[in-house]
């Protein structure tokens, strides 16, 4: 079971982001090689912030060292050569880590894609599961992995290819 503690600041709009961030999560999960922590009888705990510009821009320059906001930052609890022995453990509920979104990054990102808020914030949602989950892009075989699951996972969900290819 994926529970899913949702923290929702200003500037975001009312929505059900509740609903959104669990089906974003439980995509990101089921759509990446750790899919079997889905069916562990231990709880995935992810925490997701819905907070301002200003607040991401806060925590990228103390953990970053980017004096700037970003979209979507991710902090893992979990190391990443850790991650498939999870599904062994015993301990009943297993704490991922923390997603963090902008909304003004992600308000100015949809729009620019020509896709609602809703339907950008959980591709960066789905994006930050990865990363809970180890996946990085610092080079062009990881990036290209993890966009092949990003995009499975938005699929599972209906919603938009956030890799499309450009002419």
Not at 16 to 24: F, P
Not at 77 to 87: N, P
Not at 123 to 131: C, N
């Amino acid at each position: 079971m994926i529970d899913v503690a949702l923290l929702i600041e200003s500037p975001w709009p009312a929505h059900d982001w509740q609903a959104l961030s669990e089906r974003a999560c439980a995509a990101g999960l089921k759509a990446s090689p750790q899919a079997q922590l889905a069916a562990t009888s231990a709880t995935i705990e992810i925490s997701v912030r819905l907070t301002s510009d200003e607040e991401v821009h806060t925590l990228n320059k103390q953990y970053r060292q980017q004096d700037k906001p970003t979209n979507v930052l991710s902090f893992p609890m979990v190391q990443a050569d850790l991650i498939e022995s999870l599904d062994n453990t015993d301990d009943g509920e297993i704490l991922l880590g923390d997603i963090v979104l902008a909304h003004g990054v992600c308000a100015r990102e949809a729009d620019e894609r020509g896709v609602a808020l809703a339907d950008h914030a959980t591709h960066l949602i789905v994006h930050g599961v990865l990363h809970l989950l180890g996946h990085d892009h610092m080079d062009d075989v990881q990036a290209d992995a993890m966009e092949s699951i990003e995009q499975a996972a938005m699929a599972t969900l209906g919603l938009h290819d956030p890799y499309p290819i450009e002419d």
